[in-house]
């Protein structure tokens, strides 16, 4: 989890053209863990003096970066503190306040709220300062009141979230940290608040920088655990002491309080003040709800998922194999490939796709659509193919130390092999559903996630039947995988319903080209993998950095390789970038 702070991570290219209200269309990169899909554009208005949008755009790109890569440093050292057990019963409290932001405040903010600050900041002879200052009262003042209530009733919610097979020391374990951990939804709905106010005004740093402060607080947590406590391999939901708990959980809701208060002085820096106007009805509540109605929906069936993921994986938790954490620290893997890649192509193409769709030119839409499949494609296939060969070393290498073991590691590794088939259809997915949102689709997006999320549920339950005990995170990984094909498939479906022909000829062919290079990388892979020390299960961090450095090269080497030999446009257009800049 990132903290659940929203943030608007790409600001619209220079020369995008606006929509027909006057402001331009940017995307939203909010994820949450399970699967949950990307949140509607949001509309910014273009007028704004927070610098050139390339600029802001750089910064945002530099700042995603920084923050992904400290998030996992956070997530390492957690696991190094805490343990498989505790982490996982840590892991399992830290879902509550993500989930129950989301069903509160996340979904609504980026598809109604932002745009209704933009048209009465545009609107309203004030630039809309007394119906921001009336709307985030009222929002704090509910945010504060439902959390209090949520943290009230704490025990009941980790036991609807608990298995029956969990021992009693670990559901108090969830239950102590949930006390703890359970107020961020207000300090994270404030973040998320404030950040939109400065969206709206045209800065977009800070609330793309405040998260890697959150992690920073963490990190120190775990330092400081780490040095006061030691490393106790014994350490469990049954010795762990009221210090340990206070001292993890305290830190973390530190971290989104100084989350908070770091958006601050940039609030101030726009001009905003937020003066106390407590008065709902001139906030046209009614408008809002029926303007939220798609979007909650397409959030509370994600939080379903969540909530099911949570409980089957707690049904594991504290004996011996992955769980939650490992599910969760895999599943921040995948969405960094993502991240890196596909959140890139689909801000390229959003603007194009967009102002195409508002003139009827769909054939350009699928163009790009197609264009955007195959280049994500393309460059995300090598580190799929990296992910199933060297799962368990890049899991031995970023997560083991401390009181996480090797063979949590390992298992860890496992999980983290399963997800590379995840990788490819959730960026298709996600590519699918912005062309959806070029076509101001939210409608249609809502809808083809409910059989989404119930095959993705389906397929929890089923797997974790037939499966092991010790194979539940990654039968819940290969579930989510499913999910993300399926979503794909319908949205392509409807796609072609909407807007006609889509180009798949060319885009089958292009991913048939791509997938024999994925597979002659993954032999070769597989190969050196065996020839080195440890074949593929490194027992230490030295035999599986060997690994990944070897096998990573390797890898990609023959990748290249090969779709260069079986002309992937794609992987050709960017070599020949890289060899005209070091020409020059």
Request: aromatic share 6%; with cysteine.
């Amino acid at each position: 989890m990132n903290g659940g702070l929203y943030r608007s991570t790409h600001a619209a290219p220079d020369g995008q053209p606006p929509a027909e209200d006057g402001v331009t269309v940017v995307s939203v990169d909010a994820q949450g863990p399970g699967g949950d899909q990307a949140l509607p554009p949001e509309r910014i208005p273009p007028e704004q003096s927070g610098g050139s949008t390339t600029g802001q755009s750089a910064i945002m790109a530099v700042g995603s970066l920084v923050s992904r890569v400290i998030g996992f440093v956070r997530n390492a050292l957690i696991g190094m503190a805490l343990g498989a057990g505790v982490g996982d019963a840590y892991t399992s409290a830290q879902f509550l306040p993500g989930q129950i932001y989301e069903l509160l405040l996340g979904g609504i903010l980026s598809s109604v709220l932002i745009p209704l600050l933009v048209r009465r900041r545009k609107a309203d002879a004030d630039g809309g300062q007394e119906f921001t200052q009336k709307l985030l009262t009222f929002a704090a003042t509910t945010l504060g009141i439902a959390t209090l209530l949520v943290v009230a009733a704490a025990p009941v919610i980790t036991a609807i979230q608990a298995s029956a097979e969990n021992t009693e020391a670990y559901r108090d374990l969830v239950t102590s940290f949930a006390y703890l951990i359970l107020p961020i939804i207000f300090f994270t709905g404030v973040s998320a608040l404030i950040g939109a106010v400065l969206n709206v005004r045209g800065h977009f740093a800070a609330p793309m920088w405040a998260p890697i402060l959150n992690n920073l607080v963490i990190i120190a947590t775990c330092g400081v655990f780490l040095l006061v406590f030691g490393t106790d391999k014994n350490l469990s939901p049954e010795t762990v002491t009221a210090a340990q708990i206070l001292l993890i959980g305290g830190g973390t809701l530190l971290g989104i309080i100084v989350q908070s208060i770091g958006l601050l002085p940039a609030l101030r820096k726009v001009g905003f003040r937020w003066k106390w106007r407590w008065d709902p009805r001139s906030l046209g509540l009614r408008e809002i709800g029926g303007l939220a109605g798609w979007m909650l929906l397409y959030v509370a069936a994600n939080q379903v998922a969540v909530f099911v993921v949570v409980r089957l994986l707690n049904e594991v938790a504290g004996k011996g194999s992955a769980s939650v954490l490992a599910f969760n620290n895999v599943y921040l893997l995948t969405m960094m490939a993502h991240g890196i890649i596909g959140v890139s192509v689909m801000t390229a193409l959003l603007p194009k796709m967009s102002a195409a769709a508002s003139e009827g030119r769909y054939a350009e839409v699928s163009a790009d659509l197609s264009r955007g499949i195959k280049l994500t494609c393309a460059a995300l296939a090598p580190i799929a193919v990296v992910y199933a060969v060297l799962g368990t070393p890049i899991a031995v290498v970023l997560f083991q130390g401390g009181n996480y073991s090797n063979d949590a590691a390992l298992d860890t590794g496992t999980v983290l092999s399963v997800a590379a088939f995840a990788v490819l259809p959730l960026s298709i997915s996600y590519l699918c559903t912005y062309a959806f949102y070029s076509l101001q689709g939210n409608r249609t997006v809502a809808l083809i996630n409910l059989p989404v999320v119930a095959v993705r549920i389906g397929a929890y339950f089923l797997l974790a039947a037939v499966l092991d005990k010790s194979l539940s995170a990654a039968g819940m990984t290969a579930a989510n995988a499913l999910s993300y094909l399926v979503s794909a498939l319908i949205s392509l479906a409807v796609l072609r319903r909407r807007i006609g022909r889509l180009n798949l000829g060319t885009v089958a062919v292009s991913l048939i080209k791509v997938a024999v290079a994925a597979a002659i990388a993954a032999a070769l892979g597989f190969l050196v993998l065996k020839l080195l020390p440890g074949t593929g299960q490194p027992d230490g961090k030295v035999e599986a950095l060997v690994q990944l450095v070897v096998g990573g090269a390797v890898i990609v080497i023959a990748y290249l390789g090969a779709a260069l030999a079986l002309r992937v446009q794609e992987i050709s257009q960017v070599v020949g970038m890289v060899r005209r800049k070091l020409g020059r």
